[in-house]
């Protein structure tokens, strides 16, 4: 797909990540397009870029600093203009962390004592070693 920079005055332009406009779809073939019309109402229409493709949108209530990162409630984002509250999580993010970097289904050996676990993870459902360490997460 190909979109030239007039593209988005144009009036034809579809404004959408998947088609380019009503007359060429995939994108004009070259470097101008014989079809351009300017929009006369472009000035005025209000696009939100929400995949991030375009220009940035400056949208922090909590700062005047337009290098601040976009704002979004804790627990919580959005997604299309609608806020979508993230489930409660069972572990926190450090403890998340700290399980991918200690358990054996990651690591490969016991945190404990450091034995390697044999390669076959897919078949296996307790993580219990012969030192002792086991496994409660399950």
């Known amino acids: 797909m190909r979109k030239l920079e007039q593209c988005a005055s144009c009036l034809f332009c579809a404004h959408d ?10 994108g004009p073939g070259s470097e101008t ?7 006369p109402d472009f000035e005025e229409k209000q696009f939100e870029d929400f995949l991030g493709r375009g220009e940035e949108t400056f949208e ?4 005047t600093n337009p290098n601040d990162e976009q704002w979004e409630p804790e627990g919580a ?11 409660r999580q069972r572990w926190t993010r450090e403890q998340q962390l700290e399980l991918l970097e200690t358990h054996p289904m990651f690591t490969g050996k016991c945190p404990s004592c450091g034995a390697f676990f044999n390669s076959d993870y897919t078949a296996r459902v307790h993580w ?11």
């Open 77 to 87: 984002s959005y997604y299309n203009g609608e806020l979508i509250v993230q489930p």
């Open 60 to 63: 922090n209530p909590e700062s």
């Open 128 to 138: 219990d070693c012969e030192c002792g360490w086991m496994d409660d997460t399950v």
């Open 33 to 39: 397009c014989l079809d351009f019309r300017p929009d």
């Open 17 to 26: 990540h998947h088609v380019v406009c009503a007359v060429h779809p995939a």
